[in-house]
Each structure stands twice: as structure tokens, then as C-alpha cells.
């Protein structure tokens, strides 16, 4: 999402400030690091959307005006020291030119395990598929939903899961009391199999399945004086999602506008999570790579 509400903060307001009784809740996950990236590219900035690799290494991100990079991270005593880019492109439409002027808010990512590349889009509601990353662009089926979501609060997360099962979250529900729907794509169709409960003001930015089978869920919060993020878990099964596990929730300012979540398993064993922030092209925010751990023998760990 492109985060249009006034964010004219300093970067050390942003940093810095915690609101009273909204610290860090340590429910499940240990911060490993924070890394702050900067890539000399008029294109860079607004990354909406992140997918890695089963090693937590080769990495697919997407920018919110359409331009995919292809990387690695490099680690060292296991943070993120550097991140060494191997292809920076704009995505194509479906016509096979580059995408047009209501075309690039692409939000959310998904990569089955074939290569093809899924991705949402805002303003024009679709989801389109990519068999290569030069690509000419192939629309899935819109379900009837699509063209009623609100102009800046699309599908902002998309996950697929071990069968190939393809999974899209909207970023609203649209009432406060009103639980999120969890769309599915499955034979060449959408179905809306079950909800996704929603809790407090958090807004769904980014989802992804864990080697766990696990559907893991990023939501964010806009204090109004800076972002929230907050990382839940659900067992996804055919009746719905169970066994609810709520693993993180950062105070205001802890990290930027975190919006893409990937996830997958150490070598040491334990589950992380990595987090990729939204600076909307702005200069007072920033564009930071952000990882935690689940702790062994804890819920989820």
C-alpha cells in the first residue's frame, strides 16, 4: 500500500518514540538485527513485498511502482552485513509492455514451487502471473469482490501453500468488527474458504506460509505517530483457521512501515522471519531488512 496519511516525522521520532503500555511483547520472537538498505536506483524504495529462498539467502522483492530485485544476503555471526543485488527490472503488463500509469501498485508476492511468480496488484484489483522475470504478464480470474476492494486497500498479501494453493488477504475488511477474508485460488477459480479473525486496529500487509505448513500473517498499525507491526500464525486446515498464535507485536517506531514477510528455517533449526519496510519514496523513512527468530520450545517455535 502506498501510505498516503502524513508521515512528516523526523527519522529520530520515528526511531525513538514508544508510546506508554505499547512496548515490545515478547510473545514468541527474538530480534536477530535490523539492516538499512540503500540501493543508488531512482527505482529502489517502496518495497511492498518480499519471498525467499528455503536457505533465508537468494531473495525476489517487489517495489510498489512495479520493479522487481532479484539478490542474496550475505550473514555474518548470523545478521545481515550486505546485500548484493543480481537483477533490478520493471515488471511487464499484460500486453508485454512495461506497465502503464493505474498498473504498478504491485503489493503482494507469491512464488510456487514451478518458478511462477504471483502478484497483486492496487487500483486495477487483479492478481497476475509471471512465468519468467521478463515476462509478459497473464491474468488469473477476477472473483467478483475484486472490483469493490478500496482504491489504496487491495490485496496486499498473497501466500501459496504445499499443494500450490494460491491465497490473497485484503489489506481492509471494512469494519472494525468485520473478520478479513481469505481468498483462494484453486482450479481456476476463487473461493472464499474461511476469514481470517481480525484483531485491534492492525491492517494485513503481508502473508506467507512457513516450512511449518503454518500461514503467517504481518499486519501493521498507523499510531499517527509512527508504525506498529504484528506477526500472527494459524493452522490452515479445510474447516478454517485454527490454533491462533499471536508471535510478535512492536511498539510505535521500533521499525519503519514493515509490508513483506518471508519465511523459512535456519540451519540452526529455528524458524525466522523476514521482515522488508515500505519507505514510500520518502526521504523520512527507510527501507530496512528486519529478522527474528522463533524460539525453540515455545509456541510456534
Known amino acids: ?15 525513538g518514540l514508544a508510546l506508554a503500555g505499547s512496548a515490545s511483547a515478547p510473545e514468541n520472537a527474538r530480534a536477530m538485527g535490523s539492516f538499512s538498505w540503500h540501493l543508488d536506483d531512482t527505482r ?23 520493479t522487481r530485485l532479484d539478490g542474496q544476503f550475505r550473514r555474518e555471526s548470523d545478521r545481515i552485513i550486505a546485500i548484493d543485488i543480481t537483477g533490478i527490472r520493471d515488471l511487464r503488463n ?15 508476492l507469491a512464488i510456487r514451487r514451478d518458478g511462477r511468480m504471483l502478484v497483486s496488484f492496487e487500483g486495477i484489483h487483479r492478481v ?14 477476477r472473483h467478483p469482490d475484486f ?12 501466500a501459496v501453500d504445499r499443494r500450490g494453493r ?18 483462494r485460488y484453486e482450479a481456476g477459480a ?25 500461514l503467517y500473517v504481518l499486519e501493521r498499525h498507523f499510531t499517527g505517530f509512527g508504525f506498529r507491526s504484528r506477526v500472527r500464525s494459524f493452522a490452515v486446515t479445510e474447516s478454517g483457521l485454527h490454533d491462533e498464535r499471536r508471535l510478535l507485536t512492536t511498539a510505535t517506531g521500533t521499525h519503519d ?3 513483506g514477510i518471508a519465511v523459512w528455517r535456519h540451519t540452526d533449526g529455528l524458524i525466522r522471519l523476514t521482515m522488508v519496510s515500505d519507505d514510500n519514496f520518502r526521504t523520512l523513512q527507510r527501507t530496512e531488512i528486519v529478522e527474528y527468530a522463533l524460539d525453540p520450545g515455545q509456541p510456534g517455535g
Open 94 to 108: 499484460d500486453r508485454g509492455a512495461g506497465l502503464g500509469r493505474y498498473e504498478t501498485d504491485a503489493e503482494g
Open 166 to 183: 494460491l491465497f490473497a488477504i485484503p489489506e481492509h475488511s471494512g469494519q472494525w468488527a468485520r473478520p478479513f477474508p481469505v481468498y
Open 147 to 158: 472490483k469493490d476492494l478500496q482504491n489504496n486497500s487491495g490485496l496486499e498479501a498473497l
Open 190 to 214: 476463487w473461493t472464499i474458504p474461511f476469514t481470517l479473525p481480525r484483531r485491534d486496529k492492525f491492517l494485513v500487509v503481508g502473508a506467507d506460509f512457513g516450512p511449518d505448513h503454518r
Open 44 to 66: 529502489f524504495g517502496g518495497l511492498s513485498a518480499l519471498e525467499l529462498d528455503a536457505d533465508g539467502r537468494s531473495f525476489v522483492a517487489l517495489t510498489d511502482r512495479g
Open 257 to 259: 512501515n514493515l509490508e
Open 1 to 15: 500500500m502506498r501510505f498516503r496519511t502524513c508521515v512528516a516525522l523526523t527519522g529520530a521520532l520515528l526511531a
Open 128 to 141: 497476475w502471473a509471471y512465468l519468467a522475470p521478463d515476462a509478459t504478464a497473464a491474468w488469473l480470474p
